[in-house]
């Protein structure tokens, strides 16, 4: 592979005149300018790309922050957002936190050594530092889903309370007062989830029903998390009328668990999900839940981003309301 010391030993001149070249600088004389490109076409000289973007403080990669890659929102959204950057010439990388602000930390070490342009955040652990990074590195952040006062210019989000709302309402009409809350976050804790969880909050204060713990259950994620807060419910005989749950997973974990004991779902218990995740029509009881628009959300961070970084493109804003798919569940 040939070097820039080749070229400027082929050419005559020094290595700097040929940096400058390289680099377009007008401070290079037009007789050394020829004999740097006739070196050059001598010796077929292919610039290096990363060497390129190092120049211009680029890397061209972005880092897609999320706390799980093993939940089915995180991945799909992740996939549209690589699409969508691929396009730009830009290379997308998923980082995990796993809930962990230590590991949050180290990935903005990242971005601060340059290792990426610039972040999506899809998860957020502690934000009152990630404020403060918006505050000296806000033209290389978008917050995805992810809200923090006073950061709203740099956050694409949709509204989780309205949603949640409409979800408990709807089984309440339809099934009865009694509904287990479900929630990835801890219930009492102003963190992940904090609008989705102030929603059952108002929604109970509303209609005057008092606010029991024991239908509450915090940090479940996946399908066997479903299967044991429904197998805790069929041990103290407490089945309730309905039981809302913040992922298609957890509420798929939860039917299979009733079903395998007999309950029938939703005759004796109605199930609701919430992401409408690609599996949530094609399971044994095709599942009711609260369609996330995560192409749309996809599409209006990249854009956000690529504005942020100067980087023409065509991007339109999209719609991001979310929705209520009824199906069999519920």
């Known amino acids: 592979m040939t070097t820039i010391k080749e070229i400027a030993q082929r050419a005559g001149v020094g290595t ?10 007008p401070h290079i004389s037009e007789q050394a300018k020829q004999k740097v490109e006739k070196a050059i076409n001598e010796l077929d000289y292919v610039p290096s790309a990363s060497a390129k973007y190092l120049r211009k403080q680029e890397t061209k990669q972005i880092g ?23 396009q730009f010439g830009y290379e997308a990388s998923i980082m995990q936190t796993y809930d962990n602000p230590i590991a949050e930390r180290k990935i903005i070490d990242k971005l601060k050594n340059q290792t990426f342009d610039a972040l999506l955040m899809a998860s957020i652990e502690d934000k009152d530092y990630i404020k403060s990074v918006l505050q000296e590195n806000g033209n290389k952040i978008v917050l995805v ?54 929603a059952y909050r108002e929604f109970l204060q509303k209609h005057q029903y008092e606010l029991n713990q024991n239908m ?44 395998s004991k007999g309950i029938q779902v939703p005759e004796e218990v109605a199930v609701m999900g919430f992401d409408d995740q690609p599996l949530a029509s094609y399971v044994q009881v095709p ?44």
């Open 145 to 198: 889903n992810e809200t923090i006062n006073g950061c709203e210019k740099d956050s694409v989000s949709v509204d989780q309370y309205t949603p949640v709302v409409s979800g408990l309402e709807y089984l309440n009409k339809n099934y009865g007062s009694e509904i287990v809350y479900i929630t990835g976050s801890n219930f009492f804790e102003n963190k992940h989830g904090n609008q989705r969880n102030k």
């Open 287 to 330: 599942l009711t839940t609260i369609q996330q628009p995560i192409n749309a959300l996809a599409n209006n961070a990249c854009r956000l981003l690529l504005n942020k970084l100067q980087v023409s493109n065509s991007l339109t804003k999209e719609n991001l309301q979310l929705s209520l798919i009824i199906r069999q569940s519920a």
């Open 216 to 259: 509450i259950f915090s940090n479940a994620h996946n399908i066997a998390d479903g299967k044991e807060i429904a197998q805790k419910l069929l041990v103290n005989s407490s089945l309730p009328n309905a039981i809302f749950t913040n992922s298609d997973e957890v509420a798929i974990g939860v039917i299979a668990e009733l079903k």
């Open 64 to 86: 897609v922050v999320v706390s799980r890659i093993t939940n089915p929102y995180f991945s799909s959204l992740f996939n549209k957002i690589e699409r969508i950057l691929n």
């Open 16 to 25: 700097t005149t040929v940096s400058r070249y390289l680099n377009q600088s």
